[in-house]
């Protein structure tokens, strides 16, 4: 399994950005996908997951209505588009296949089901 992030970069409160993770090793449509993020001196933490089982994504509810994830079969390459970004939306973003849990449209939790990460890519929030 390999993932690579990409899509980071410096944004004004507010703003948006859309990141890509392309994915080799495994197939989008046979796993779910999530998205984590890591801000320094915090521990990594799940924000966004796609259920394949659902066909549907679910957020953490600090990024609910602001982040969306989306798939490109074909690519292989998954997305996680964020709106109105904030100062603490800084951090190294993570793609992963993943094990996850919700309710209702909330995720609950989410485990990453390879045992190495990706490099991420850096989204810097600030004005």
């Known amino acids: 399994v390999q993932v690579v992030e990409s899509g980071g970069g410096l944004v004004q409160p507010g703003g948006s950005l859309k990141l890509s993770c392309a994915v080799s090793?495994?197939?989008?449509?046979?796993?779910?996908l999530g998205w984590f993020r890591q801000a320094p001196g915090k521990e990594r933490e799940g924000v966004a997951c796609?259920?394949?089982?659902?066909?549907?994504?679910f957020n953490a509810a600090n990024v609910a209505g602001r982040f969306t994830i989306s798939r490109d079969i074909a690519k292989n390459t998954a997305y996680l588009q964020m709106y109105d970004l904030r100062p603490e939306d800084s951090a190294v973003y993570y793609c992963?296949?993943?094990?996850?849990?919700?309710?209702?449209?909330?995720?609950?939790?989410?485990?990453?089901?390879?045992?190495?990460w990706g490099p991420g890519t850096l989204v810097t929030v600030s004005s």
């Open positions: 796609f259920s394949r089982r659902d066909d549907r994504s």
């Open positions: 992963a296949p993943v094990d996850c849990a919700a309710r209702g449209s909330i995720l609950t939790g989410m485990r990453s089901r390879s045992p190495e």
């Open positions: 090793g495994f197939k989008l449509y046979e796993d779910d």
